[in-house]
Structures are given as structure tokens and as C-alpha cells.
RNA sequence: GGCCCCGUCGUCUAGUGGACUAGGACGCAGCCCUCUCAAGGCUGAGAUCGCGGGUUCGAAUCCCGCCGGGGCUACCA
């Protein structure tokens, strides 16, 4: 009962350890992860460590913790193992090796012996000559017989490379335009042209989803694929870049935001990270914004995905992170405060929700708010009005039950009573109890310290 | 330079030949609500659909050219 349709739907990411993890890294495996949700395929982890200079052990706890933290959890990984172990290209060399060896064998491939200035030498010959550059091949012609440094260079065949983007449709590349690429580097690791094709070829990668920076490096992998001898992908799916403000590719040393652990750090939820995600470069088609992961999972399609590369826009984020905090249930929500506002206990915290919740674009931001729980303001300056306001106000509540209604409840009073505004009555209490023009409402200001050390703000005002 | 992808309000986008006086969202402005700040409600400004030619009775939508942006063109991935 096999149907080639129905063959299992196994996907991948293959991220570089060179540095913190990217927002682009976190972006390929969303769009990943969805398509093997809805398909019933799986999903797998690919470490990409084949550039020893940069690559580093540190960088790749950081994917998998900036993963694990969006909820982007992987079937097959270095970490967990699999049916196509090892998911660490380092410890895949032999396998590249072999596979260059058959490329050797049936003369697919050949040593180069070329040196790294040689050939920036034809580049800036060809350059002067106003032509574009492709490797002379002059080691496939006539190798050297004196020198041992090589690398593995492909004989590329030409011709005609085409393949189906679920995104673009049918793309066809001239591969006579292509120069003899390296495969094998002169240290004896596989270019990241080499070892992508081999590891999705083995690992029986169905559908390659990635960044549309890969758009033309599809045919050099899939002329490898071809030479091998091995079944291509059924489909690609090339989505929209990621731009900075600037319009260019965000990067990991111009880029900051492309830093993963930021969004972490300042309180942005992941559930709101994976929203603003999935709607930079694909759309529902309707006017829904807000969606679970488990919405996008049954939403989801290729053929609304954009073309065009999205500018990131810290505020649409901002506002999406604001409306999962509003949505979000009051304990839970305070659950995620917590190492937020780690001076304070889980109890103040969660009757500080309900005042804060609409208050917050990140949860960072609730420090502002409920910092002068822990630290004593300096004492304001205040004119005699505010003095003897402050006096009413203290003796209204000095003896009611210490909660926000209870405390709102003496202070309307006072207002009711006296005619002052409410707007003159509580901002003298509001600068006595944080030193600041800005905090949550006053009833909630007063309600969460304790009521002597609210109250002994006040009274000193009034001492002095 | 060559090849490839792309081009609708500031941003993300809807739109696939007539219902487009180009819709929505973010942001922005104003008003309402209001103890501050938010949130919420309402209203509004904002796009000659990159430009120029075609095709057509009719084009944001199709064709050609140009311009602009991005990607690839590495012994980076």
C-alpha cells in the first residue's frame, strides 16, 4: 500500500555553532516544525560544526536552549540521538569521506592542488577581464606533480538543474554558469556545499525548508545529490529572509536583535516570539494576529508564505507580546514573573498581576513598576496642599482592611467628603510611596507594601 | 560584474483582469473612559500599488524594459 505521496515527511535544521543563536535559526525551525506537525513526519536537529575555526561547544548548548525555551523540541538530534546517528557533522568525516572517495573513483570529482592565492589570483584576472569567474580547472587538466595539499574539488556537469520550491514553484538554474566547486577543504572537512547533501541524503530528508539565502545554493547540492546517485528531496521550500531595520539580512554582528537569548532575557514570551514569527513572510488570510502554536499548526501552508523578505518591527512584536500577557491566566502569568522580580514573593507578585497585566509590553518591564516595594524613595518635596492631603488620606486608610478595594473605597470618601480631586489627593501618596509620577493605580501602589511601611511613608512626609 | 529572488500606506500584509472611492494589523494623531501610566472603545491621517511603455472596453493584478533592494557567486555556513 505504498504511495510515493505518502512517503514519510522527515525534516530538518542545520544550524552553525559560530555564535549566539539566531533569530533566523529559531524562524527556519518554526516553519519546520510546522510542516512535520501537520504531515505527521518528523523533525530533526542537525549541528553544522564543519567550520572548526568558529565553531564552538558553548554555542551549541545555546541553540538548544533558545529551542527548548520557544517549545521548537526535536525527534532526532546530537543530543538525543537516532536512527541516523551521529547528528554532529564533526563526527560524520568519515561519511564525507567515503563519498568523496566514490566521486574520486568515478571521476566526478578531482584533487586540487591549487594554493589559496593562486586562485585569487584567475578570481582578480577574471575580474579585470570584465568576466565572471568560474575555477580554470587547470588541476583537472594538468595537476601538479609536486605538492600534497589538496582539496576535493566537483567536476560540475552542466546542464540544466530544476527543482519544485513549494514557495516559488519551479526554479531552473544554468549550471553551466557554475564553476568546480570544493567539496573537501584542504583540512579535510566538507564544505558546507558537500556536507549538506550528503546528510540530507542519508538521512532521508523529505523536504528541505530554509532560509532564501539557500535558493542558490539548491543546485550545487542537488548536482552532488544527482552524482551520488541518491533519490533528491520531493520538495524545497525557500522562505523570505529576515531584514533589519536596514533592509539587510540580520546578522549576528550588526544585528542585536538577531540574538535569540535577548528576547528571553527582556520577558518576551516564547509563545509570542513564535506568533510575530510565523506572521513575518506568511499571512492566514484572514484578519486573525494571535495564534497558538496549535492554530498555526492547523493553518499553516507554503502557498501564503510571502516572497519578499520582512523587515523585523520591534513594536508589532511588542504589541503581540502585550496581548499574550493580557490573555494570559493570572497564576500563570505570575509564575513567568517570577525571575523577573526574584526580590519578591510568589504571593505579592500574583496581587500585583491583576494591576500589572495591562500595564507590561515584556515582562521585564514589571521591575519598573514594583521596585519601590524593595527600595525606600528618596523622600519628594511636597507643598503644604499635599502635606495636609496626605494627612487625610493616611488617617482614612490607617485602620482599613489592607486590600486595593477596601483601601479605594476610604479614599472616595475622603474625596467624596472633602471635594478634593481625586487626581490632588493621590498623586501626594503616589510620590510619597514610590518617588515617582507613574505607578500602578494608587489603591494597588498602597495594597502591596505593607500597610506600616505604606503608612510610615506617608506620615514622614507629614513629620517634616 | 554574473546568476537568482523580490518591489502595495513608515512597518507587516490582503489583493491572482471589473464589487478597489486599494482592505486589515502595528505604529502615529484626536476624542471618550480615567487618580498617574496603561489597557479598552470610537474617529482620523497615511499607498498616484517602484518607474516607463505596452496588451485589454477595463491592470495593483498579464507582457516588455528600466530602476531599486536583497541573496548567492569563499578551502563561511
Not at 542558490?216 to 531595520?245: C, V, W
Not at 528618596?378 to 483601601?407: C, F, H, M, N, Y
Not at 503616589?430 to 511601611?453: C, M, N
Request: glycine content about 6%; some cysteine.
Amino acid at each position: 500500500m505504498d504511495v510515493p505521496e505518502a512517503a514519510a515527511v522527515r525534516v530538518r535544521i542545520a544550524p552553525s555553532p559560530t555564535g549566539f543563536a539566531h533569530l533566523g535559526t529559531a524562524s527556519t525551525a518554526l516553519y519546520n516544525v510546522l510542516y512535520a506537525r501537520q504531515r505527521q513526519g518528523s523533525f530533526t536537529l542537525r549541528v553544522d560544526d564543519t567550520d572548526i575555526e568558529r565553531n564552538r561547544p558553548e554555542y551549541e548548548q545555546l541553540i538548544y536552549e533558545a529551542l527548548h525555551w520557544l517549545g521548537l523540541d526535536w525527534d532526532e538530534g546530537p543530543d538525543k540521538g537516532g536512527p541516523f546517528a551521529p547528528y554532529r557533522q564533526s563526527e560524520r568525516i568519515d561519511l564525507y569521506k567515503q563519498h568523496a572517495v566514490k566521486l574520486l573513483a568515478e571521476g566526478k570529482a578531482y584533487k586540487c592542488f591549487c594554493t589559496p592565492e593562486e586562485l585569487e589570483a584567475e578570481r582578480r584576472q577574471a575580474q579585470a577581464e570584465k568576466r565572471p569567474y568560474k575555477y580554470s580547472r587547470r588541476c583537472l587538466i594538468d595537476p601538479p606533480k609536486d605538492r600534497s595539499q589538496f582539496t576535493v574539488r566537483f567536476k560540475v556537469p552542466g546542464g540544466e538543474i530544476k527543482f519544485t520550491d513549494m514557495i516559488r514553484g519551479e526554479m531552473t538554474f544554468d549550471a553551466g554558469l557554475i564553476g568546480d566547486f570544493i567539496l573537501v577543504k584542504s583540512d579535510g572537512y566538507p564544505t558546507y556545499q558537500f556536507a549538506s547533501p550528503v546528510d540530507d541524503s542519508t538521512m532521508k530528508i523529505s523536504h528541505v525548508i530554509r532560509g532564501e539565502e539557500h535558493l542558490s545554493n539548491t543546485p550545487y547540492q542537488l548536482m552532488i545529490i544527482d552524482a551520488l546517485g541518491y533519490e533528491r528531496p520531493q520538495a524545497f521550500a525557500h522562505m523570505p529572509l529576515i531584514l533589519a531595520k536596514d533592509g539587510a539580512k540580520l546578522s549576528k554582528r550588526k544585528h542585536p536583535e538577531s540574538n535569540l537569548m535577548l528576547y528571553r532575557e527582556q520577558g518576551y514570551l516564547p509563545e509570542a516570539l513564535i506568533n510575530y514569527l510565523a506572521l513575518l513572510g506568511w499571512n492566514p488570510g484572514t484578519a486573525q494576529e494571535i495564534f497558538t502554536f496549535d492554530e498555526l499548526v492547523r493553518v499553516f501552508s507554503f502557498d501564503r508564505v510571502q516572497h519578499a523578505g520582512a523587515r523585523f518591527d520591534w513594536e508589532k512584536l511588542n504589541w503581540i507580546n502585550g496581548e499574550w500577557i493580557r490573555g494570559m491566566d493570572d497564576a500563570e502569568l505570575a509564575g513567568r514573573l517570577e525571575p523577573f522580580l526574584s526580590s519578591l514573593d510568589k504571593a505579592t507578585i500574583m496581587r500585583a498581576v491583576p494591576a500589572l497585566k495591562t500595564r507590561m509590553t515584556k515582562l521585564a518591564d514589571a521591575t519598573e513598576y514594583l521596585d519601590y516595594l524593595e527600595q525606600d524613595p528618596e523622600p519628594p518635596a511636597l507643598d503644604p496642599d499635599s502635606i495636609e492631603r496626605l494627612k487625610l488620606a493616611a488617617e482614612a486608610i490607617k485602620d482599613v482592611p489592607w486590600q486595593p478595594e477596601p483601601i479605594e473605597h476610604a479614599l472616595e470618601e475622603v474625596v467624596a467628603r472633602t471635594g478634593i480631586s481625586k487626581n490632588k489627593l493621590y498623586t501626594p501618596i503616589r510620590l510619597a510611596l514610590t518617588g515617582k509620577k507613574v505607578s500602578l493605580p494608587i489603591h494597588y501602589t498602597l495594597a502591596l507594601l505593607p500597610r506600616e511601611v505604606a503608612l510610615e511613608r506617608i506620615n514622614r512626609m507629614v513629620r517634616s
